[in-house]
């Protein structure tokens, strides 16, 4: 097949060598967007050169061709391990999201639980501060009724002299 586009001369060499440095760049330029129109536009391109320049070039190609395979299966093998990597982490979120509802739902009771103290505690303390109140006016009560019992003794003990001494008295 290489035989088809024919022999040149080694004079034609080097313009040939910069045709086909060209023709690369210009292939490695265009983008998968503009692909060529027809095999005869690329043996029209190719035409000039030389057999030995064509094999290079195929050669050069077939090197790229396998290390461009070679990194498709390096980066297959990366996106195969990225994506075992994805669902260990969606499997610890999962764990993560069931955990956290739990530690949500636990906070929730504690905090319902925590209402409830504060309820029965303000009730305790209303029932204390009413005892207390209750206790503070039966304690003025029962000093009201020391002080006035001690006044009724004082009187008493006044009146048990005083008939002591008219006792007394009338003895004699």
């Known amino acids: 097949m ?26 490695e330029s265009d ?14 391109k190719v035409r000039g050169l030389n057999k030995a320049k064509l ?4 050669f ?13 299966y390096m980066l297959k093998d990366a996106c195969s391990d990225l994506k075992r990597d994805m669902r260990r982490l969606e499997l610890k979120n999962q764990v993560l999201k069931s955990e956290r509802l739990e ?24 029932m204390f501060n009413t005892d207390l109140s209750k206790l503070e006016s039966k304690s003025l009560q029962l000093k009201q009724r020391l002080e006035d019992l001690i006044y009724d003794n004082c ?7 005083q008939a002591e001494s008219n006792l007394t008295a009338n003895k004699h």
């Open 103 to 126: 530690v949500d739902t636990k906070t929730l009771i504690l905090h319902e639980d925590l209402n409830k103290l504060k309820e029965t505690l303000s009730m305790k303390e209303e």
């Open 2 to 27: 290489l035989a088809a586009w024919g022999d040149t001369t080694e004079d034609d060499e080097a313009s040939e060598e910069e045709k086909a440095i060209a023709l690369m760049a210009r292939s």
């Open 55 to 58: 094999e290079e070039l195929l």
């Open 155 to 161: 009187k008493l003990l006044e009146k048990l002299k």
């Open 60 to 72: 050069t190609l077939m090197d790229e061709y396998v290390s461009i395979n070679a990194e498709n």
């Open 31 to 44: 983008s998968d967007d503009e692909p060529l129109d027809s095999l005869a536009q690329l043996k029209e």
